[in-house]
């Protein structure tokens, strides 16, 4: 069975910091990009970062670029969204996902974790 488990969500204050953790199981980790995504109040769900498993290559979407950071680390099937100066646009539902490659579309997602909160004070 694929899990996907988000955790590390909560609330921050703007300009603050919070990292997201993606616990991965049931599938062959490192062939997998996994992303991170998030849906706001009343939008659509986004693209906000990605990362091939077995090559370290990744995404951000140019909203958080400069401010995010995504992270592997292999050995524990575990996927990491460092969050800093955050704003309060960034408040969202934020899941993780797992599909083949980073830029694939979003319909086409097999896999997706239940998704945590993620709420920034201004």
């Known amino acids: 069975e694929v899990r996907l488990v988000e955790s590390g969500g909560g609330l921050a204050q703007a300009g603050g910091s919070l990292t997201l953790s993606c616990a991965a199981s049931g599938f062959t980790f490192d062939e997998y990009a996994i992303g991170w995504f998030r849906q706001g109040p009343g939008k659509a769900r986004e693209g906000v970062s990605c990362i091939r498993n077995n090559t370290g290559s990744t995404y951000y979407a140019s909203s958080v670029k400069g401010r995010f950071t995504i992270s592997v680390d292999n050995a524990k099937n575990s996927v990491y969204l460092q969050m800093t100066s955050l704003k309060s646009e960034d408040t969202a539902v934020y899941y993780c996902?797992?599909?083949?490659?980073?830029?694939?579309?979003?319909?086409?997602?097999?896999?997706w974790g239940q998704g945590t909160q993620v709420t920034v004070s201004s």
């Open positions: 996902a797992a599909y083949p490659r980073c830029n694939y579309p979003l319909s086409l997602i097999p896999y």
